[in-house]
C-alpha cells in the first residue's frame, strides 16, 4: 500500500503562487507516476498533471505554462508550484500515485482557494 500526505494550499490572491508538495510512504517501489487532480465545487475530478519516475510530465491545457510538476524519487515527493493563480483554479488538489500492480492511490486532499 502506498499513503500519501499532502501540505501546502490556502488562500492566495489571483496572480498569486502556490506549492503543493505531496510526500509518499509504505511500499514507495510499487509507484510508478505521480500526479495531481482537482475537483472544484459541483465538478468532476480532473487531471492536473503527472511525472514519470524518468521526469516526463504531462499537464491539462488549462495548467500549461503557469503550473509545473516535479518529482524527487529519493524522497518519493512530488511537487506541484503553481503560477499567475486564477479564481477558476479553486478546488481541492488531490495527490495521486499509479502503482505496479495497476492500483491508484490517494491522497486526503488540500484546498487551493484564489480570490479575485
Known amino acids: 500500500q502506498v499513503q500519501l500526505v499532502e501540505s501546502g494550499g490556502g488562500l492566495v490572491q489571483a496572480g498569486g503562487s502556490l506549492r503543493l508538495s505531496c510526500a509518499a510512504s509504505?511500499?514507495?517501489?510499487?509507484?510508478?507516476?505521480m500526479g495531481w487532480y482537482r475537483q472544484a465545487p459541483g465538478k468532476q475530478r480532473e487531471l492536473v498533471g503527472s511525472?514519470?519516475?524518468?521526469?516526463?510530465?504531462t499537464y491539462a491545457d488549462s495548467v500549461k505554462g503557469r503550473f509545473t510538476i516535479s518529482r524527487d524519487n529519493a524522497k518519493s515527493t512530488v511537487y506541484l508550484q503553481m503560477n499567475s493563480l486564477k479564481p477558476e483554479d479553486t478546488a481541492v488538489y488531490y495527490c495521486?500515485?499509479?502503482?505496479?500492480?495497476?492500483?491508484?492511490?490517494w491522497g486526503q486532499g488540500t484546498q487551493v482557494t484564489v480570490s479575485s
Open positions: 509504505g511500499s514507495r517501489s510499487m509507484i510508478i507516476r
Open positions: 511525472v514519470s519516475s524518468g521526469g516526463s510530465t
Open positions: 495521486s500515485t499509479l502503482n505496479i500492480n495497476n492500483g491508484v492511490s
